[in-house]
Nanobody, 125 residues
Framework: QVQLVESGGGLVQAGGSLRLSCATSGLTFSNHGMGWFRQAPGKEREFVAAISRSGSFTKYTDSLKGRFTISRDNAKNTVYLQMNSLKPEDTAVYYC??????????????????WGQGTQVTVSS
């Protein structure tokens, strides 16, 4: 069974940093584009960042570009999200996702098939 397990969330002061990890199992990790999404209470799920199979390409939502960095370690079957200069509006449950397709390009939102359970990130003012 495919499993994605996020970790690294928690409570942090505004301006602080967190590094989220997503450990995967049950799939050939290097065959899958990966992404991070988030969902705040009362709001729809929002795209955060994506990384291609090899890590050659990345994509970020415009409002987060420059503060967040996605990376992957194919040897460890793990994708990361480094979050810097955190703001209260970054408070959300952050989800890791893996694509179904084995395309080399950045995936579209609808192509993500496997999802983690989420990890809570709370940024206090």
């Amino acid at each position: 069974q495919v499993q994605l397990v996020e970790s690294g969330g928690g409570l942090v002061q505004a301006g602080g940093s967190l590094r989220l990890s997503c450990a995967t199992s049950g799939l050939t990790f290097s065959n899958h584009g990966m992404g991070w999404f988030r969902q705040a209470p009362g709001k729809e799920r929002e795209f955060v960042a994506a990384i291609s199979r090899s890590g050659s390409f990345t994509k970020y939502t415009d409002s987060l570009k420059g503060r967040f960095t996605i990376s992957r370690d194919n040897a460890k079957n793990t994708v990361y999200l480094q979050m810097n200069s955190l703001k209260p509006e970054d408070t959300a449950v952050y989800y890791c996702a893996a694509g179904q397709t084995t395309a080399w390009r950045i995936l579209y939102d609808y192509e993500y098939y496997y999802w983690g359970q989420g990890t809570q990130v709370t940024v206090s003012s």
